[in-house]
């Protein structure tokens, strides 16, 4: 049974810093993608970050551009989104999702997902 769980969330100040962990079993994370998505109250959900399985290339949304930054350990099966710099923006559900070998901007293309982790930006 495949499963992926996200931990990190939680509450930070404008300006501060996260790090979400995406951990998976019963499916070995080198031969996947891995992307990270984000849904707000009231808005659909975006793509915020993928890494590639094939060569480990890595896409962005341009809102977080040189603020996080997506990592992969496949010793320990488990993928990351370093998130910098927070906003009040970035408030939202994180979801982490698996789909074999390439990224995708598309989430229905994802085969695999987590249960989502609140990540809220406030003073």
């Known amino acids: 049974q495949v499963q992926l769980v996200e931990s990190g969330g939680g509450l930070v100040q404008p300006g501060g810093s996260l790090r979400l962990s995406c951990a998976a079993s019963g499916l070995r994370?080198?031969?996947?993608?891995?992307?990270?998505?984000?849904?707000?109250?009231?808005?659909?959900?975006?793509?915020v970050s993928c890494t590639s399985s094939s060569d480990g290339t890595t896409?962005?949304?341009d809102s977080?551009?040189?603020?996080?930054?997506?990592s992969r350990d496949n010793?320990?099966?488990?993928?990351?989104?370093?998130?910098?710099?927070?906003?009040?923006e970035d408030t939202a559900v994180y979801y982490c999702a698996?789909?074999?070998?390439?990224?995708?901007?598309?989430?229905?293309?994802?085969?695999?997902?987590g249960q989502?982790?609140?990540v809220t930006v406030s003073s």
């Open 59 to 61: 896409y962005y949304t």
């Open 98 to 113: 698996a789909r074999y070998y390439y990224c995708s901007g598309s989430s229905h293309e994802y085969h695999y997902w």
């Open 75 to 88: 010793a320990k099966n488990t993928a990351y989104l370093q998130m910098n710099s927070l906003k009040p």
């Open 29 to 47: 994370l080198d031969y996947y993608a891995i992307g990270w998505f984000r849904q707000a109250p009231g808005k659909e959900r975006e793509g």
């Open 64 to 70: 977080v551009k040189g603020r996080f930054t997506i």
């Open 116 to 118: 989502g982790t609140q």
